[in-house]
C-alpha cells in the first residue's frame, strides 16, 4: 500500500524557515516524479513544486520561487521541502503527493505550516 | 499561472447526474489532454478520480466521467450517491512543468 507522511509543519514567525519532510513507503520512490501541493485555510488547492525522479530537474510556482527548494533522498525514500522567508500568504495545509501519468494518484495527510 | 475557473457549487438528488466544468485557457486545458479530477472530503487529502482527461484510476467507480472540448473540461457524476458529496477539483498542466488547479466545486447531495 502506497503511504506518504508529512512531518515538520508548524508556527513560524514571518521571515522564518522551516523544512517540511515526507516519508514515502509500499512503493519505488526512486521511480517516480514528486510533488508538493498546499491549502491555504478554506481555500482550493495551490501546485507548489515538483521534482524529477533523479533530483536532476525541479520546477516551482512563481511565488515561490527563490524562496523554496523541494529536495529527495532517494535512498531515504525522502522527500522535503526548504520554505525560507516565509509570509503569511505561506500558511495552509502542505501536501506530498506522488505523480504519474501527470497527476497526483497518490497523497499523504498533509502537515499545517502556519505563520504568524 | 491563473487557476482554472470551476462553479462554486453544483448540486443534484441521488441517482440524478451532475456535471462540473473547468474553464481554462490554450496555455493549459486546451493546450494539452492532461486534465485531472480531484475529490475531497472536509478534512481529508484529495484523492485522485480522473487523470488525462477521461481515464479513471483503477477503484473509482464507472459513474465518474471525464471529458474535454476546447478550453473546457467536465467531471460528470452519474447515480450521484451521498457519498458523493465532496469538494472538486480540476488540474491541468500548464507547460514547462508547471500545473494550475480549479477553484474548487462543492457538490450537494440534496
Known amino acids: 500500500e502506497v503511504q506518504l507522511v508529512e512531518s515538520g509543519g508548524g508556527l513560524v514567525q514571518p521571515g522564518g524557515s522551516l523544512r517540511l519532510s515526507c516519508a514515502a513507503s509500499g512503493f519505488t520512490f526512486s521511480n517516480y516524479w514528486m510533488t508538493w501541493v498546499r491549502q491555504a485555510p478554506g481555500k482550493g488547492l495551490e501546485w507548489v513544486a515538483s521534482i524529477k525522479q533523479s533530483e536532476s530537474d525541479k520546477y516551482y510556482e512563481d511565488s515561490v520561487k527563490g524562496r523554496f527548494t523541494i529536495s529527495r533522498d532517494n535512498a531515504k525514500n525522502s522527500l522535503y521541502l526548504q520554505m525560507n522567508s516565509l509570509s503569511a500568504e505561506d500558511t495552509a495545509v502542505y501536501y506530498c503527493a506522488r505523480r504519474q501519468n501527470v497527476a497526483c494518484d497518490s497523497w499523504g495527510q498533509g502537515t499545517l505550516v502556519t505563520v504568524s | ?110
Open chain 2, 1 to 110: 499561472q491563473s487557476a482554472l475557473t470551476q462553479p462554486p457549487s453544483a448540486s443534484g438528488s441521488p441517482g440524478q447526474s451532475v456535471t462540473i466544468s473547468c474553464t481554462g485557457t490554450s496555455s493549459d486545458v486546451g493546450g494539452y489532454n492532461y486534465v485531472s479530477w480531484y475529490q475531497q472530503r472536509p478534512g481529508k487529502a484529495p484523492k485522485l478520480m480522473i487523470y488525462e482527461v477521461s481515464k479513471r484510476p483503477s477503484g473509482v467507480p464507472d459513474r465518474f466521467s471525464g471529458s474535454k472540448f476546447g478550453n473546457t473540461a467536465s467531471l460528470t457524476v452519474s447515480g450521484l450517491q451521498a457519498e458523493d458529496e465532496a469538494d472538486y477539483y480540476c488540474s491541468s498542466y500548464a507547460g514547462s512543468n508547471a500545473y494550475v488547479f480549479g477553484t474548487g466545486t462543492k457538490v450537494t447531495v440534496l
